[in-house]
């Protein structure tokens, strides 16, 4: 199974809605977003009754083969050891989560939501998660379950956990100079980028903002 592809730099985490578009668009966008590099890319399990899930799943998993990046499921980890999944992203530790562990394939990749309870982070680490996401930095439609994050819980959480953590919820280009002094390890998007009308242009822009910005801090070291 793959592993997160973390490097010195901050990346994106690409979540992608089954329902966004037709699936040959959304799997034409996919091709074009692949050409630059990706932390992860996580499936919402937000399938119509009409899709086959399964299909969908292996469809995005044999596009994404040939990249260094795994491919998770959000919440239905049942599919993890049906498929050619890496890992699985809950939105909360399940009550009965040994015995799903116990079912799951050896180091599958396990990823957490986390809001303003900074005691997730412990439970995170307890049960032998590799990263958590926070939900979220700013007001977002693709987001309404979750409460805003207040910018003092994600300073917290840098000093106090050594998971490696990403922000979400309503990051765009326009608003991403105020989480410059936030440490994390990268975006998690979903309408930033494949919402767009040109998603390997948005894309671009990111990881651009993203290098320049990791450049910025080297420079003023």
């Known amino acids: 199974m793959k592993r997160l592809n973390l490097s010195s730099e901050r990346g994106i ?3 992608l809605d089954p329902q966004a ?9 996919l091709k074009g977003v692949f050409q630059y590099p990706l932390i992860a890319l996580q499936i919402w399990d937000h399938f119509s ?3 086959d899930a399964r299909k969908f799943i292996e469809n995005v998993c044999e596009l994404a083969k040939p990249y260094p990046f795994p491919v998770l499921i959000n919440n239905s980890w049942e599919w993890v050891s049906k498929t050619a999944l890496d890992g699985v992203h809950f939105d909360q530790i399940p009550a009965n989560f040994t015995p799903i562990r116990q079912r799951l ?3 599958t990749v396990l990823g957490l939501t986390c809001t303003n309870d900074l005691s997730l982070l412990q439970k995170a680490a307890a049960n032998g998660f590799d990263y958590i996401s926070f939900c979220s930095v700013f007001p ?3 987001a309404e379950a979750c409460e805003l994050v207040s910018k003092d819980t994600l300073r917290k959480a840098a000093d106090s956990s050594h998971l490696p953590f990403f922000l979400a919820g309503g990051i765009r280009p326009e608003n991403l100079n105020e989480l410059d002094a936030i440490p994390h390890r ?3 998007l979903i309408s ?3 919402g767009q009308a040109n998603p390997a242009k948005a894309m671009e822009q990111f990881s ?5 910005k990791k450049s910025n801090e080297v420079s003023n070291d």
Do not use: H, R, W
Request: net charge negative; aromatic share 10%.
């Open 13 to 15: 985490y690409l979540v």
């Open 21 to 29: 578009k037709s699936e040959k668009e959304l799997f034409q966008d």
């Open 49 to 51: 009754p009409e899709q």
């Open 105 to 107: 394939p050896e180091n």
């Open 140 to 142: 977002s439609p693709n």
């Open 186 to 188: 990268g975006l998690a």
């Open 192 to 194: 930033g980028i494949m």
């Open 208 to 212: 651009y903002l993203l290098k320049t």
